[in-house]
């Protein structure tokens, strides 16, 4: 997205592919683009497959769900892991998908995942709070969760850990 905001239109496909290929610093994906080097029209052709290999966005949001269920507890009082484990950019993801990332969002179930890595205490914390802002059942979403996440984060403290000296006699 951000390339094609750069590019001007009418540029050529060769220049345009050019840039392209200046822009790719992952190895994996500059040597998918480079299969196209002599297409009638690289740019378009390597786009294309960059967006299939790269640009889904419900297998980017779901590898992105992966890698903060893959991330380690949230200890008490940790500030930082909390705000490391911010679901900001998943919850921007999904919203951005519109309807299509909308099931992802709304889904209560990676909720209850999610709170598996919280101590009990936020755990229950967090399940108060969603039963005291709405009547009836109990439920909430992603979208609930990232902002509650966020609202914690910035209640705990920030200890920088600093290495303790070991003692030797």
Not at 14 to 32: C, E, F, P, S, T
Not at 40 to 48: E, F, L, W
């Amino acid at each position: 997205m951000a390339l094609s905001n750069l590019l001007d239109p009418g540029e050529s496909e060769k220049y345009k592919y050019h840039i392209l290929l200046d822009h790719l610093k992952v190895n994996q994906a500059r040597r998918l683009a480079l299969a196209y080097v002599y297409a009638p029209d690289p740019y378009t052709q390597a786009i294309r497959a960059l967006d299939e290999h790269y640009g889904q966005p419900r297998q980017l949001a779901l590898k992105e769900l992966r890698a903060i269920m893959e991330m380690p507890a949230i200890r008490i009082g940790d500030g930082r892991g909390l705000d490391q484990y911010s679901l900001q950019a998943l919850v921007g993801l999904l919203q951005s998908m519109g309807s299509e990332g909308l099931a992802e969002l709304n889904c209560g179930s990676h909720v209850e995942r999610l709170l598996e890595k919280l101590p009990h205490e936020q755990f229950c914390q967090f399940k108060r709070c969603m039963s005291s802002s709405t009547a009836g059942p109990l439920s909430y979403n992603l979208l609930d969760f990232s902002n509650w996440l966020q609202q914690e984060a910035r209640c705990q403290p920030r200890r920088e850990r600093t290495p303790q000296p070991v003692l030797t006699h």
